[in-house]
């Protein structure tokens, strides 16, 4: 891996997205590394958990990377674009949480990469935005579709055809972000949050990811039926049992993933 780092925290892993002198910019070869992180974490049960940041204290990502867009033309473009859409779809589809620590630009494919997660943090001077439209392009790695389902039609238009930049509070206030923080209570703020997620049950939260992520695509009858087929599996495991008895047993449960 030349253009991420990955380091794994007491089961939480952090991907850093590392190449500071283009703001940690997306090339295929970066966003390659990090679609073969999550596929080498998905099987690896030392990950529980995923944090994406990006490095230095002015970046989480500034986008994709605008020297290699530049040379696409109609079908490099739609491959640039498909590659792209294939490994974000890898992300929200983890079956372990996955936090965006948005730590500053988070612009273009760096906002999708974002939107990609399931929770995002932001510190107080992360800026986002889907500025594509000022280079002539439209979001390519998801951005339309997962902008215009989190934020609604009317608040993802108003930012896809601005092209604007908003700053974390305005970000938090719309539902772009999860929270707000400071930039040095950031990854401790992602980390207890991780570890939060962590000490629930593990298949339930992956059946929750597995129902919310995959249920909200379907049509609502199929999506409370996936629900209550994930609730019904989890019935039949010991982690269930352990979680309820812990209950009653007015003690913390102690969760084995089985
Ligand atoms: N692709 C390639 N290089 C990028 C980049 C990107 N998406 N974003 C930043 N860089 C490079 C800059 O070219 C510059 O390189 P240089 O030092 O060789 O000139 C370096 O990163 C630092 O960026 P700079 O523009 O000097 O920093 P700034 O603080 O003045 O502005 C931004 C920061 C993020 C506002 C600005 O870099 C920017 O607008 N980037 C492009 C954002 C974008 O349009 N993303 C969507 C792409 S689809």
Redesign the pocket.
């Known amino acids: 891996m030349e253009n991420i780092k990955t380091e794994n925290k007491d089961g939480i892993l952090i991907i850093t997205v590392d190449r500071p002198?283009?703001?940690n910019?997306l090339n295929a070869q970066t966003i390659a590394e990090i679609g073969e992180a999550f596929h080498v974490a998905r099987f690896d049960e030392a990950v529980k958990a995923v944090i994406l940041t990006g490095a230095g204290e002015?970046?989480f990502v500034?986008?994709?990377?605008?020297?290699e867009?530049a040379q696409c033309n109609a079908i490099t473009g739609k491959t640039t674009a498909e590659k792209g859409q294939r490994i974000f779809i890898a992300i929200e589809r983890f079956p372990k949480p996955v936090i965006a620590a948005v730590n500053g630009?988070a612009?273009?494919?760096?906002c999708e990469l974002a939107l990609a997660c399931h929770i995002r943090i932001a510190s107080e001077n992360a800026k986002l935005g889907l500025?594509?439209v000022?280079?002539g392009?439209i979001p390519g790695y998801g951005g339309t579709q997962r902008m215009a389902r989190l934020l609604g039609k009317g608040k993802a238009l108003e930012l896809i055809l601005s092209g604007d930049r908003i700053d974390a509070s305005e970000a938090e206030r719309i539902g772009l972000v999860n929270k707000v923080v400071p930039l040095d209570q950031l990854m401790q703020t992602c980390e207890e949050l991780a570890r939060r997620i962590m000490s629930r049950g593990p298949l339930a939260v992956t059946a929750a990811i597995e129902a919310v992520m995959s249920g909200s695509e379907m049509p609502f009858e199929e999506g409370q039926f996936l629900e209550a087929t994930l609730f019904g599996l989890l019935c039949a495991t010991e982690d269930t049992k352990e979680g309820m008895k812990a209950f009653i047993e007015k003690r913390a449960a102690q969760f084995k993933g089985a």
């Open positions: 002198k283009v703001l910019a002015k970046a500034a986008g994709a990377d605008i020297n867009l630009f612009l273009g494919g760096g500025p594509e000022t280079l392009i």
